[in-house]
């Protein structure tokens, strides 16, 4: 009987379930379609319909609800009996936030990003401001230069 490699583990956040195949077997190549089942305890099992072209990507994403998934895969193939697969998955699910939480940290996030804006309007002044002191104080040494060289020509006039 012919296999089919079906795996599943954890990425991202939220309990995402990442659930792969062997997209090169001839079973796949052989598919006119599949099913997906998930089992999760508690729940009624679901079944998500994959045509051959979702077959031949290798790979679906699932957002789960509970702590344990069965997964499995049946291959109906245009040739020959179907192949199926299974696998399971036992993981705790991350917590989540409350939504008071959640509004929480977007509103921290809001006030900080208030507050690096305000910051950054404060800086721009206090630079235009030493940017007008800079220039003024140019203009100061350049007065006092003409005056020195006229006391000087004064002076040597005098003599």
């Known amino acids: 009987m012919e296999s089919l490699p079906l795996s599943v583990f954890e990425i991202d956040r939220d309990g995402q379930l990442q659930i792969t195949w062997d997209r090169n077997s001839a079973g796949i190549k052989d598919a006119a379609y599949g099913v997906l089942e998930i089992n999760e305890s508690g729940a009624a099992p679901k079944a998500i319909q994959l045509d051959s072209g979702n077959l031949q990507t290798g790979t679906f ?5 509970a702590d344990k ?5 049946i291959i109906h193939r245009t040739t020959g009996p179907e192949l199926r697969e ?5 993981g705790r699910l991350p917590e989540r936030k409350s939504g008071d939480e959640a509004e929480e940290a977007k509103q921290r ?3 900080a ?26 203009a100061m040494r350049q007065e006092m230069r003409r005056q020195q060289k006229r006391r000087m020509a004064n002076q040597a006039s005098q003599k």
């Open 61 to 65: 994403t699932y957002a789960r609800a």
């Open 69 to 73: 998934a069965e997964i499995k895969l």
């Open 86 to 90: 299974s696998t399971s998955f036992l």
């Open 109 to 111: 996030e809001a006030d």
């Open 113 to 138: 990003l208030r507050q690096r804006d305000e910051m950054a309007k404060q800086l721009d002044s206090q630079a235009a401001k030493t940017r007008k002191l800079e220039k003024d104080m140019e």
